[in-house]
């Protein structure tokens, strides 16, 4: 009898045990679709307010992808292919850039103006030695007439230093790095009025041999030209592309950063002039960086820039918002202002707020990722005050500023080092500038503009045109 009691009672136990079982099994199941129900209800709720939110976000990208093919930079241009029209449009704006340049230097007096940089080149109290990096480039039929880059560069070089009367401070040369001096006849053409160093390939065993690699090249041409501008005393080297156009604001942007963020700093109230040997020494200051290599995911800075931009343009929008129409959450400031009376408004208030305030963020976030930085970096351009020095990128070596006191360090460290495709000119001083705890800067927005549409390097034209016809200063 004991035994049939104790079977029926350890029964009894699994039975429970597997309900439990069940039971526990079937609570989360039961949570999440009643959490399903709730939030489809509350969607079908909010089924006008959700539909009018598709429809402004539809509208935006409609509106956007009207434009896209004037936003070289945005996520849209993608969808715009017009290379043909690119092209030629990117050739018509050269060669008014390089008619302009030649009518400049027309009213020059090549002497004089040669003879005066060469007395510069003597002065021990050089701000600026500019080296302007140039190799001729010989491209196929399909581009009829001339590139002219160097033209418009050294054209553009002297004008703005004469704007800003600093024409004694600086010593500009062209570093001829071609690979046949003699028949960069740009180069040449352009000696009558600037300095012109050539590279003389008869003292280099290896120059020209099948085995150097192009990168490998142009490691030895920076390095040559590294080598000339220290030959001279200055505060700076700058070291440019034969391809990079200043802007109109380059000297006087340049200054002003220099001059407040790099050589003096406000500590406490006070100006302070910077100690050079301190723990981490300046290594250079990138002037130019891709327009294209510049959106929110290139780089973690670039990135809290975005999310700060957003938050800037969604706050503002809802002031503004509130202000005009409801009037709710500005109590805290000024209790005349709150327009309901009862606590359940209050409270009714502060909730759609924060709702409007996380609506709009989250459509100011997509709409200034699908633009584009540099859209809203140029902005910045507006006034020298509003440039910014950033942290410098590992990219592109279109027009670097030095600090002479690294360059000996930085030439023997290229010396030493063989550029391949996979560790090009400017990953190799990324690697230098890391083991020796260098500072990079980088200069937003950009001080030179890359107008190179056919590129030295890779021997063709770029694929995108349309950047260098929506350059934003080509002035």
């Not at 600093?166 to 790095?177: E, G, M, Q």
């Not at 700058?238 to 406000?266: C, G, M, N, R, W």
């Amino acid at each position: 009898m004991s035994k049939m009691m104790t079977d029926y009672a350890n029964r009894t136990n699994t039975i429970r045990l597997r309900r439990n079982k069940y039971q526990t099994i079937k609570i989360p199941i039961r949570c999440a679709i009643s959490t399903i129900q709730i939030l489809a209800r509350k969607l079908w709720h909010h089924r006008n307010r959700i539909g009018k939110i598709l429809l402004l976000y539809l509208l935006t990208i409609l509106c956007l992808y009207a434009v896209r093919c004037q936003l070289p930079y945005s996520k849209l241009y993608k969808y715009c292919s017009n290379d043909a029209i690119s092209f030629a449009a990117v050739k018509e704006v050269n060669d008014q850039r390089l008619l302009e340049a030649r009518e400049y230097l027309s009213t020059l007096d090549a002497s004089k103006t040669k003879i005066q940089y060469l007395q510069n080149g003597d002065s021990n109290k050089l701000r600026y030695v500019i080296g302007v990096v140039s190799v001729a480039r010989r491209t196929d039929v399909t581009y009829k007439g001339q590139l002219g880059y160097l033209t418009q560069v050294m054209s553009k070089l002297h004008k703005v230093t004469v704007d800003n009367g600093a024409t004694s401070d600086i010593f500009p040369f062209i570093c001829n790095v071609d690979s046949n001096p003699g028949k960069h006849a740009e180069a040449l053409e352009l000696g009558t009025f600037f300095p012109n160093v050539t590279k003389s390939y008869s003292e280099n065993v290896s120059a020209g041999h099948p085995t150097i690699t192009s990168r490998e090249q142009e490691k030895q041409d920076y390095v040559f030209c590294l080598e000339t501008a220290l030959k001279y005393k200055s505060d700076y080297v700058i070291l440019i592309q034969d391809d990079a156009y200043p802007t109109e604001s380059f000297y006087e942007v340049l200054e002003h950063l220099l001059k407040t963020k790099v050589e003096t700093q406000i500590q406490r109230g006070e100006r302070v002039t910077m100690v050079t040997n301190n723990e981490r020494r300046l290594g250079w200051i990138k002037l130019n960086i891709p327009n294209s290599a510049t959106n929110y995911h290139r780089n973690w800075f670039f990135f809290i820039q975005w999310i700060c931009l957003t938050a800037v343009i969604a706050g503002i929008s809802c002031l503004i918002f509130h202000l005009c129409k409801e009037c709710k959450p500005l109590k805290s400031v000024h209790p005349g202002l709150y327009c309901s009376s009862t606590d359940k408004r209050k409270r009714t208030g502060y909730i759609s707020s924060s709702l409007m305030l996380l609506k709009t963020f989250v459509y100011v976030l997509l709409v200034v990722w699908i633009i584009g930085r540099p859209y809203y970096m140029k902005l910045r351009a507006t006034s020298p005050y509003f440039y910014a020095l950033e942290p410098g990128t590992s990219c592109c070596l279109v027009a670097v500023l030095y600090q002479p006191s690294t360059l000996p360090g930085l030439i023997n460290y290229l010396q030493k080092t063989t550029c391949t495709k996979q560790l090009p000119l400017d990953f190799a001083l990324d690697r230098y500038r890391i083991e020796k705890n260098l500072k990079q800067y980088l200069v937003t927005p950009n001080l030179f503009n890359h107008i190179g549409f056919y590129s030295a390097l890779n021997k063709r034209f770029n694929r995108n045109g349309a950047e260098f016809v929506h350059m934003f200063d080509s002035s």
